[in-house]
């Protein structure tokens, strides 16, 4: 089983900046993509950003120039930089992978995290 753990959400005022860590643990040969995707209360999850394994990234277009995902592959680690934050930028946070559980294996397979509150205040 592949377990990823959020850390890093909280409150802050709108023009702050948070920084969210999410840990991947598990079977993992390889991932093919690391991400984080947020949901408003009574809306759809979306995406926020994501970034391949070659390094491309894609990203909503509501965070563009605000938000910047990175990833540290030695720890298993991706974070998600978020500045000059908007009160439409609280949510719940989860972040993904995709990933393979065996070299060359050509089956991929996805995991979320529980969640991490980001409230943003006026």
């Known amino acids: 089983q592949v377990q990823l753990v959020e850390s890093g959400g909280g409150l802050v005022q709108v023009g702050g900046s948070l920084t969210l860590s999410c840990v991947a643990s598990?079977?993992?040969?390889?991932?093919?993509?690391n991400g984080w995707y947020r949901q408003r209360p009574g809306e759809a999850r979306e995406l926020v950003e994501i970034m391949a394994s070659g390094g491309g990234t894609n990203y909503g277009d509501s965070v563009k120039d605000r938000f910047t995902i990175s990833r540290d592959s030695a720890k298993n680690t991706w974070y998600l930089k978020m500045n000059d934050l908007k009160a439409e930028d609280t949510a719940v946070y989860f972040c993904n992978a995709r990933y393979r559980n065996r070299a060359f294996s050509s089956s991929q397979y996805d995991a979320w995290g529980q969640g991490t509150q980001v409230t943003v205040s006026s």
């Open positions: 598990g079977s993992i040969s390889s991932f093919t993509a």
